[in-house]
């Protein structure tokens, strides 16, 4: 009896590759997601402007376009410190830390200017409530600096990682991808909100 | 039966729509930022196409990669026994630099 029965064809499955590490594989997707949000935002606010013949609304204080953009290079740097730690990391290890670092100060130097920043234009009346320019200022601003606010956290841990020997290649990948997200869509922001 | 109906069930939609939607932003634009609606939506449009566009060529790319050998599929991944041990500072740097 069984010497009649034919053997099912069986295909082998074929065999899965992981494309990279989990961690960075998700950074990623969360990043498309995020992007798709401040994209909302900048298209919200440019029709919002658009109905304005100027900008801002007239009683409306200006923002500080000329003290931001010092701030934008800090941010830019921090960025390019962190990928030379990346690239040190792996080709010259002694110095990762030093750049690291330098980026964390560098970071939390942009967000600490924005927080006085912020100060100084609430005490001009700009605020949520005021016009469509606070709404929108605080709005999308106010979530990049949540944004930084995570990734400097996470780039604190990361270096305190490095320091005690425990930081995990795919840790450091994905925090410096969260990290580049932050710095790179900031010159968009900047560009369509200060100026 | 059915079919004249169905027929004229979506007449009496198709004439009972409102000339104005409630929901279309364009219905109550001023015309002074009809082009910022229109490159609005178009900027919408082409970001997520770009984005998940971009994401699936790197898998793409990373995948081929891997299958051609030029990168490992672990180049990335980390293991708990390689994981560099707590005896300070550049000490654990360079024993990181090794596994490469």
Redesign the interface.
């Given at each position: 009896m069984q010497e009649n029965v034919l053997p099912f064809p069986r295909r082998a499955a074929p065999r899965r590759q992981p494309v990279g590490p989990s961690s960075v594989v998700a950074m990623l997707i969360f990043i498309v997601t995020e992007l798709m949000m401040f994209a909302g935002f900048i298209s919200a606010f440019s029709i919002t402007r658009a109905a304005y013949r100027t900008w801002p609304p007239i009683g409306q204080p200006r923002l500080p376009a000329t003290a931001t953009l010092l701030n934008t290079v800090a941010l830019l740097l921090s960025g390019v410190l962190l990928y030379l730690a990346h690239r040190a990391y792996t080709k010259q290890p002694a110095r990762a830390g030093r750049f690291m670092l330098a980026s964390l100060v560098l970071g939390s130097f942009f967000v600490l200017f924005q927080g006085y920043e912020w100060a100084q234009l609430l005490a001009e009346g700009l605020t949520m409530t005021s016009s469509n320019h606070g709404a929108f200022f605080y709005l999308i601003i106010g979530t990049h600096a949540l944004h930084a606010v995570a990734a400097i956290l996470a780039l604190a841990i990361v270096y305190f990682k490095f320091v005690r020997g425990t930081l995990q290649r795919s840790t450091f990948l994905a925090t410096q991808i969260f990290w580049y997200f932050v710095v790179g869509v900031w010159p968009v922001l900047y560009f369509r909100v200060y100026l | 039966m059915k079919s004249l109906l169905s027929f004229a069930m979506t007449a009496f939609v198709l004439l009972g729509a409102p000339l104005v939607a409630h929901a279309c932003?364009m219905c109550f634009s001023?015309g002074?930022?009809d082009?910022?609606?229109i490159?609005?939506?178009i900027?919408?449009m082409v970001?997520?196409v770009l984005?998940?566009g971009g994401?699936g060529y790197?898998?793409y790319r990373?995948?081929k990669a891997?299958?051609e050998g030029v990168v490992r599929?672990d180049a990335?991944?980390?293991s708990s026994a390689e994981?560099?041990?707590?005896?300070?500072?550049?000490?654990?740097?360079?024993?990181?630099?090794q596994r490469?």
């Open positions: - | 932003p001023t002074e930022n082009g910022a609606f490159y609005g939506s900027f919408l970001v997520p984005s998940l994401l790197w898998a990373r995948l891997i299958d599929p990335d991944a980390d994981a560099p041990q707590n005896n300070g500072g550049n000490a654990v740097v360079l024993q990181m630099s490469r």
